[in-house]
Nanobody
Framework: AAAGVGGGFVQAGGSLRLSCAAS????????IGWFRQAPGKKREGVSC???????WYGDSVKGRFTISRDDANNRVYLEMNNLKPEETAVYSC?????????????????????WGRGTLVTVSS
């Protein structure tokens, strides 16, 4: 499983750091993707880190979000800066395909599996 924590309440323009702990597998051998889901909306890919450490970012978060991986602790982090009210959502992490290839289907990444309940991020205006 991959469990994401670190959400909370923040004002617009603020920052949060989310943490994803992988269990049962070694994160550095897979793509680890963050996605979010707002009420009434479909899941949206936010950022993903590949085994080689390279990253993919959704267009709306480029320049504001940074994904990183701690191989010693089998964790992946998502640093989110300059948050916007429309980014209020439940953020989750998942094991995904090694290329971090995105999908237009129900799941934002191909081969998405092993994700936890997610963590709520609320951005006030």
């Amino acid at each position: 499983a991959a469990a994401g924590v670190g959400g909370g309440f923040v004002q617009a323009g603020g920052s949060l750091r989310l943490s994803c702990a992988a269990s049962g597998f070694t994160a550095k051998y897979y793509g680890i993707g963050w996605f979010r889901q707002a009420p009434g909306k479909k899941r949206e890919g936010v950022s993903c880190i590949r085994p080689d450490g390279s990253a993919w970012y959704g267009d709306s978060v480029k320049g504001r979000f940074t994904i990183s991986r701690d191989d010693a602790n089998n964790r992946v982090y998502l640093e989110m800066n300059n948050l916007k009210p429309e980014e209020t959502a439940v953020y989750s992490c998942a094991r995904v395909n090694t290329q971090c290839a995105t999908s237009s289907g129900t799941d934002p990444y191909y081969s998405m599996q092993y994700w936890g309940r997610g963590t709520l991020v609320t951005v006030s205006s």
